[in-house]
């Protein structure tokens, strides 16, 4: 990125392809070639969780959208389990399983996990999956990465940024927390799938509002955190290329299709809310404020360190989860001896644990800021386009992060994952500007070093 030009490359006006776009898109498709292989291949290596249990046995719910009104909220429901997970889950995770599982002829787990039972307990009452059952819900969920990658890129290439989207993906692709978290049969895949779905969209949200709103709704029917995205994208379908009020009636006409995208989308999910809206709305609210409370409650209880009354303390577990601890396997060791086996051959692995180091984690964070850093003094001399996209990335880190300090008392790693795409891109977004500039001061020495022609010396040439 050549600062003097605001961010783009040198001579390419707005519009244009840069001189090495082709350069760029053949290394980002031998990186997606590369990091999507060692992700798929490794899925089985992955330790269990328990929460895959549950989201197996809740894929049910891809065959009963065939009857919607089963699943509907009742006051009275014929199975109050079932009922509680679709009032507090979001439901894009179990449809995705129960689509793969039905692709591969396999049945649903027939048993919940139980985490006051011991190991062999939940094995016999059935809600341990067959190797088969697991190892199909977690490949359907990693081959979401692919795409995950392929928006993280597009997300550059469409900002006329290409090289940070490329070592943007190339960044998220090899993070530790990728490769645990978006590879088990759980919301973490969905949720990086619809978050960098969402980025991508922001720089054509003018033109296709609804695609934005589309991809802010999937995000959010992966994991309720990315509710979070919300007003930037509304701020996104508003804010037209040529300046946010420069044509009042498509900003508001464009903001009313963003959020009737939005709010389609998430009610042709949920069917959970069709048949009483306002009061299933009520019972969720109520059951997952009661479930935040059990959590923090056990927390507190067991005095792990993972809860956290600072806004301060939550600061700094979110960004030690992003840089800088181990893979975390588990946010309890009630099983720690039935899964330290394969937590043990995991870590071994090369590639599962890269940069997580002080210094790795460290160089990281400091891209971050600095790519932040950067993006801000970039704003004074940018187009309006550049501006426009620098603002909303810079909005929707503040706002999730912001939402993660506010709501989030506990330090689960793998809630970190929503920040993750965009602090890969931050990331990104300096180091191609370091290389930019170090490319520059190669060129200006590479000058200096050469001999002085013939008629730079003042003689006769041949």
């Not at 046995?57 to 919607?68: G, K, N, R, T």
């Not at 386009?385 to 689960?412: C, E, H, K, N």
């Not at 931050?426 to 002085?452: F, H, M, N, Q, T």
Request: with cysteine; glycine share 8%; proline share 7%.
């Amino acid at each position: 990125m050549d600062r003097a030009t605001t961010g783009r490359s040198k001579g390419i006006e707005k519009g244009s392809s840069p001189p090495h776009q082709a350069i760029y898109d053949l290394l980002f498709a031998l990186l997606l070639v590369l990091l999507s292989g060692f992700a798929l291949i490794g899925t089985a290596g992955v330790p269990f969780h328990p929460d895959e249990s549950t989201q197996l046995f809740m894929s049910s719910d891809f065959e009963a959208l065939a009857a919607p009104g089963s699943l509907a909220w009742s006051p009275l429901p014929q199975d109050p389990l079932r009922q509680h997970y679709r009032l507090i889950d979001a439901p894009l995770t179990r449809y995705l399983l129960g689509l793969g599982r039905m692709t591969a002829g396999l049945a649903p787990l027939p048993a919940d996990w139980d985490w006051g039972k011991d190991w062999e307990a939940n094995r016999l009452a059935g809600a341990l999956p067959a190797p088969d059952l697991l190892q199909t819900g977690r490949m359907t969920i990693t081959l979401l990465l692919p795409f995950s990658l392929l928006f993280t890129y597009l997300l550059g290439r469409k900002s006329a940024y290409p090289l940070a989207g490329l070592i943007a993906a190339a960044l998220l692709g090899t993070s530790a927390l990728t490769l645990l978290h978006a590879r088990r049969a759980m919301a973490e895949g969905p949720l990086l799938f619809g978050v960098t779905l969402f980025l991508s969209t922001l720089p054509g949200s003018g033109r296709r509002p609804w695609l934005t709103g589309l991809a802010a709704a999937l995000a959010f029917n992966a994991k309720q955190s990315a509710a979070a995205l919300f007003p930037v994208g509304l701020l996104a379908a508003a804010w037209l290329e040529g300046g946010l009020l420069q044509d009042k009636a498509r900003a508001i006409r464009g903001a009313v299709i963003y959020t009737a995208a939005f709010c389609l989308l998430i009610a042709a999910l949920n069917p959970v809310w069709w048949s009483s809206p306002l009061p299933a709305l009520r019972a969720s609210l109520a059951e997952r404020s009661a479930l935040l409370e059990r959590q923090t409650a056990d927390a507190q209880r067991l005095g792990n360190g993972q809860y956290l009354e600072t806004k301060a303390q939550r600061a700094a577990a979110l960004l030690a989860n992003l840089y800088f601890t181990p893979p975390a396997f588990a946010e309890v060791a009630n099983y720690r001896d039935h899964t330290a086996a394969a937590e043990k051959a995991y870590l071994q692995q090369p590639g599962h644990q890269i940069l997580r180091s002080l210094a790795g984690g460290g160089l990281l964070l400091f891209l971050t800021l600095l790519g932040m850093v950067l993006a801000c003094l970039h704003l004074r001399r940018a187009g309006p386009a550049d501006r426009r996209m620098l603002v909303l990335l810079l909005l929707a880190t503040i706002f999730q992060v912001g939402f993660q300090l506010i709501l989030v008392p506990l330090s689960w790693q793998r809630y970190a994952i929503a920040i993750l795409p965009l602090a890969c891109w931050w990331a990104g977004y300096a180091g191609a500007d370091l290389g930019s500039v170090l490319a520059e001061a190669a060129g200006i020495l590479k000058l200096k070093a050469r001999p002085p022609s013939a008629a730079q010396a003042g003689k006769p040439g041949r």
